[in-house]
């Protein structure tokens, strides 16, 4: 299938023009009712349809008994009501449902509903659908102005995500929220009754609006399939994934020494390592990779490998430098030729001027932030790394210096990203303790350095992560693109 | 007998594995080296297999029911003569240990040259598929369990990223005054195992496991001194 097959194919559920929803009551609390709500305020255009067996009116839209009685045929229908009654309702869709996303549990993740699922699956097909779920929580879709998310980014962006944990899609949008993430969707798939983490894959492939994908997978439900989607791939856009369930299988069965080592984490690293896809561990290493792919563009003929650190905490440095140097990230010590050049600019006793260059509040404040300009100015033009750490640590600041510092050193760094276009990634760490006025400094620090594309983070290891996981995918588009 | 029968007539016999001899002809037909050999009865034929091989040879007991031959006194090494030949089997078949085993007949090999030991693997992983797996022999396997698993088809560059991957890589290049050991002579074993054309991907449904443990390696090549293949 062609990626222009593939993105019409898919066109109907990222940008629904009909949503039929099944599962809403007339007293207007049921989850179904709460998704109506959610769309209309989230900007849906389209029309909603309520599916009821017997109320004229949901939430004051006029409903219809059956998907097959709807006004216009339905792109995307949201069911959620007791599991048994779904397969013969889908049956019944006589062709005119494109998608339909089952949020229901009560399937295939349990032993009793294994069955219920193969009908499920078979009525999807019989009634002319593609399924989504069930077991799942559903769809976010900035461009369809469509989420099942309480917050979520209005604002279209470039991050697609598949979760096959409902729960986890809500974590992944609101902490991506609050981090700056803007994305071009998320789907939740759950237990993949039809369609499934791997064509949401391909979808996001194809897809221009996206540049980054994130995947959440606890089981692949074809391992192959993913192997030879992402290997076909060759890395084009980033793919961190975070793997649940990274256990040891067929432990028992083993009779040599390579079936008892094959534990499934070592398929999941091979997946890793031929296809360049980011293995990360945790939600925050998660979000943290994507954001930086979503504001640094990889520079794959010059993997990230050297760093710069420059901020306000001598002890964090140190510890960044030996935390970054076990990731595969070197920060050595500038050559003498620099440091006679930052020793040129007379900067105030206490300021270290190798790598890493740490800075106290007095420096960094000097001349309106100028001073952090001329230091990072020498950096980028003699010591050329790859990437540039600043890290501020807002309780030294917090009372103690002008407001504007802050913005001052932000905005110096990048009048000098700007004199050296494409030179090192610049990540900004905002390091605070829960002090409510430094919370509240971070986080509108934060936003605007997020709307100028810097990436933020809350610790240097957190920057670290992410810097290596842009390692790694550099590194392995640079491998592979003499072959 | 070419491949297919080899693997059919070991399921008709309801064997659970490939006997060495066997593992090795389909190493050989997918041109991997392994040693010369010759298969016999008993200490009749030791005369006429020995002549036509060059010693030092092994002996290697071939038995459905032994899976771990040196442990079980099945393997006797650096035979130098006809006569040592034949009383080696001979004392093999009297043997406490062996004796209750069913014993197919004896395996009688050249001894590969000296080198490094490595182990390569194979196991079909329920999701994806035959997975290759490579380490270094002894200790770095079986203890530390150093390996470094690729799902097949594996390329030229994956090949060299699972040995680069090794914790021990750097015995390959001659550790402790050691000879270093081919680099190219592994990555081309995995390849012709793990590769586009390789044993696994043609025989994908005929085997749940794989052993070859150890392929020797030299400054030069790399032999198969012992395989394992487990039917699916």
Same mark, same amino acid.
């Given at each position: 299938m062609s990626a222009q097959e593939i993105i019409d194919r898919y066109a109907p559920l990222f940008m629904?023009?009909?949503?039929?929803?099944?599962? =809403?009551?007339?007293?207007?609390?049921?989850?179904?009712?709460?998704?109506?709500?959610?769309? !209309?305020?989230?900007?849906?255009?389209?029309?909603?349809?309520?599916?009821?067996? %017997?109320?004229?009116?949901?939430?004051?839209?006029?409903?219809?008994?059956?998907?097959?009685? +709807?006004?216009?045929?339905?792109d995307? =229908?949201?069911?959620?009501?007791?599991?048994?009654?779904?397969?013969?309702?889908?049956?019944?869709?006589?062709?005119?449902?494109r998608f339909?996303?089952?949020?229901?549990?009560?399937?295939?993740?349990?032993?009793?509903?294994?069955?219920?699922?193969?009908?499920?699956?078979?009525?999807a097909r019989?009634?002319g659908m593609r399924l989504l779920?069930?077991?799942?929580?559903?769809?976010?879709?900035?461009?369809?102005?469509?989420?099942? +998310?309480?917050?979520?980014?209005?604002? %279209?962006?470039?991050?697609g995500?598949v979760?096959?944990?409902?729960?986890?899609?809500?974590?992944?949008?609101?902490?991506?929220?609050?981090?700056?993430?803007?994305?071009s969707g998320?789907v +939740?798939v759950?237990?993949c =009754?039809d369609l499934g983490t791997n064509d949401m894959l391909e979808f996001y492939l194809a897809d221009p609006q996206t540049?980054?994908i994130?995947l959440?997978?606890?089981?692949?439900q074809d391992g192959r399939r993913l192997f030879e989607i992402l290997r076909a791939a060759h890395a084009r856009k980033?793919v961190?994934?975070?793997?649940?369930?990274?256990?040891?299988?067929?432990? $028992?069965?083993?009779?040599?020494?390579?079936?008892?080592?094959?534990?499934?984490?070592?398929?999941?690293?091979?997946?890793?390592?031929?296809t360049?896809?980011?293995?990360?561990?945790?939600?925050?290493?998660?979000?943290?990779?994507?954001?930086?792919?979503?504001?640094?563009?990889?520079?794959?003929?010059?993997?990230?490998?050297?760093?710069?650190?420059?901020?306000?905490?001598?002890?964090?440095?140190?510890?960044?430098?030996?935390?970054?140097?076990?990731?595969?990230?070197?920060?050595?010590?500038?050559?003498?030729?620099?440091?006679?050049?930052?020793?040129?600019?007379?900067?105030?006793?206490?300021?270290?001027?190798?790598?890493? %260059?740490?800075?106290?509040?007095?420096?960094?404040?000097?001349?309106?932030?100028?001073?952090?300009?001329?230091?990072?100015?020498? *950096?980028?033009?003699?010591?050329?790394?790859?990437?540039?750490?600043?890290?501020?640590?807002?309780?030294?600041?917090?009372?103690? $210096?002008?407001?504007? *510092?802050?913005?001052?050193?932000?905005?110096?760094?990048? !009048?000098?990203?700007?004199?050296?276009?494409?030179?090192?990634?610049?990540?900004?760490?905002?390091?605070?303790?829960?002090?409510?006025?430094?919370?509240?400094?971070?986080?509108?620090?934060?936003?605007?350095? *997020?709307?100028?594309?810097?990436? %933020?983070?809350?610790?240097?290891?957190?920057?670290?992560?992410?810097?290596?996981?842009?390692?790694?995918?550099?590194?392995?588009?640079?491998?592979?693109?003499?072959? | 007998?070419?491949?297919?029968?080899?693997?059919?007539?070991?399921?008709?016999?309801?064997?659970?594995?490939?006997?060495?001899?066997?593992?090795?002809?389909?190493?050989?037909?997918?041109?991997?080296?392994?040693?010369?050999?010759?298969?016999?009865?008993?200490?009749?034929?030791?005369?006429?297999?020995?002549?036509?091989?060059?010693?030092? #040879? /092994?002996?290697?007991?071939?038995?459905?029911?032994?899976?771990?031959?040196?442990?079980?006194?099945?393997?006797?090494?650096?035979?130098?003569?006809?006569?040592?030949?034949?009383?080696?089997?001979?004392?093999?078949?009297?043997?406490?240990?062996?004796?209750?085993?069913?014993?197919?007949?004896?395996?009688?090999?050249?001894?590969?040259?000296?080198?490094?030991?490595?182990? /390569?693997?194979?196991?079909?992983?329920?999701?994806?598929?035959? #997975?290759?797996? /490579?380490?270094?022999?002894?200790?770095?396997?079986?203890?530390?369990?150093?390996?470094?698993?690729?799902?097949?088809?594996?390329?030229?560059?994956?090949?060299?990223?699972?040995?680069?991957?090794?914790?021990?890589?750097?015995?390959?290049?001659?550790?402790?005054?050691?000879?270093?050991?081919?680099?190219?002579? @592994?990555?081309?074993?995995?390849?012709? @195992?793990?590769?586009?054309?390789?044993?696994?991907?043609?025989?994908?449904?005929?085997?749940?496991?794989?052993?070859?443990?150890?392929? @020797?390696?030299?400054?030069?090549?790399?032999?198969?001194?012992?395989?394992?293949?487990? #039917?699916?």
């Open positions: 629904p023009k009909t949503v039929a929803v099944v599962g =809403a009551s007339t007293k207007g609390a049921a989850l179904p009712n709460i998704f109506i709500r959610r769309i !209309r305020e989230f900007g849906f255009e389209g029309a909603i349809y309520p599916i009821h067996p %017997v109320a004229a009116e949901i939430d004051g839209l006029p409903a219809y008994r059956t998907l097959a009685d +709807t006004p216009q045929p339905v995307y =229908a949201y069911i959620a009501v007791s599991a048994a009654q779904i397969p013969a309702m889908l049956a019944a869709a006589a062709g005119r449902v339909a996303q089952v949020i229901s549990s009560g399937f295939g993740e349990v032993e009793a509903g294994k069955e219920l699922q193969q009908q499920l699956a078979a009525a019989a009634g779920g069930p077991n799942c929580l559903g769809l976010y879709t900035p461009r369809g102005k469509v989420t099942f +998310t309480e917050i979520a980014p209005r604002e %279209v962006g470039t991050v995500i979760s096959q944990s409902g729960g986890l899609g809500t974590d992944i949008v609101r902490r991506g929220m609050s981090r700056g993430l803007k994305f998320l +939740t759950g237990n =009754a540049r980054v994130g959440y997978i606890e089981s692949a980033p961190v994934m975070l793997k649940g369930g990274r256990t040891r299988q067929g432990l $028992a069965a083993a009779v040599s020494h390579t079936g008892s080592l094959a534990g499934d984490d070592r398929a999941w690293v091979a997946l890793s390592r031929q360049g896809c980011v293995l990360v561990d945790t939600l925050d290493e998660f979000v943290d990779a994507l954001l930086a792919f979503q504001a640094l563009a990889p520079r794959t003929q010059r993997p990230t490998q050297r760093v710069v650190l420059f901020g306000n905490g001598g002890g964090a440095s140190v510890l960044a430098t030996d935390y970054f140097a076990r990731l595969g990230l070197d920060v050595t010590p500038f050559s003498q030729t620099i440091v006679d050049a930052l020793a040129a600019l007379g900067l105030p006793p206490g300021t270290s001027i190798t790598n890493p %260059v740490d800075c106290p509040v007095g420096t960094l404040q000097q001349e309106d932030g100028r001073v952090a300009e001329k230091i990072l100015d020498v *950096v980028y033009a003699s010591a050329e790394p790859e990437a540039l750490v600043m890290h501020l640590n807002l309780a030294a600041f917090v009372g103690r $210096a002008k407001p504007e *510092v802050l913005d001052n050193l932000m905005q110096a760094a990048l !009048r000098v990203q700007a004199h050296y276009p494409g030179k090192a990634h610049f990540v900004l760490v905002l390091r605070a303790d829960d002090e409510p006025e430094l919370l509240a400094r971070r986080r509108e620090f934060r936003a605007r350095a *997020v709307a100028l594309g810097i990436p %933020v983070y809350d610790e240097l290891s957190n920057a670290g992560q992410a810097l290596a996981a842009l390692q790694a995918h550099e590194r392995f588009v640079q491998s592979r693109s003499g072959a | 007998m070419n491949i297919r029968d080899i693997i059919s007539k070991a399921r008709s016999e309801n064997r659970t594995a490939l006997d060495e001899f066997a593992g090795k002809q389909l190493l050989a037909s997918f041109g991997i080296s392994v040693p010369k050999s010759a298969v016999i009865k008993g200490a009749d034929e030791a005369a006429a297999a020995f002549a036509k091989l060059t010693p030092p #040879l /092994v002996l290697k007991i071939m038995s459905p029911d032994i899976l771990h031959k040196s442990d079980a006194g099945g393997v006797k090494v650096n035979l130098k003569s006809a006569v040592e030949t034949a009383d080696a089997i001979r004392r093999m078949m009297n043997s406490p240990a062996l004796r209750a085993a069913r014993i197919d007949g004896f395996l009688l090999e050249e001894m590969a040259p000296g080198g490094q030991e490595v182990v /390569v693997g194979a196991v079909r992983d329920p999701q994806f598929g035959p #997975l290759v797996m /490579v380490g270094l022999g002894g200790i770095f396997v079986e203890v530390l369990a150093d390996v470094a698993f690729r799902i097949c088809p594996i390329t030229r560059l994956d090949a060299r990223e699972m040995l680069a991957d090794l914790k021990g890589a750097a015995v390959l290049k001659g550790a402790r005054g050691r000879k270093p050991a081919s680099q190219d002579a @592994i990555v081309d074993v995995l390849l012709k @195992i793990g590769g586009e054309e390789g044993l696994l991907l043609c025989h994908a449904d005929d085997f749940r496991e794989a052993d070859i443990n150890p392929l @020797i390696v030299s400054e030069s090549g790399a032999v198969a001194v012992d395989a394992r293949f487990v #039917l699916s």
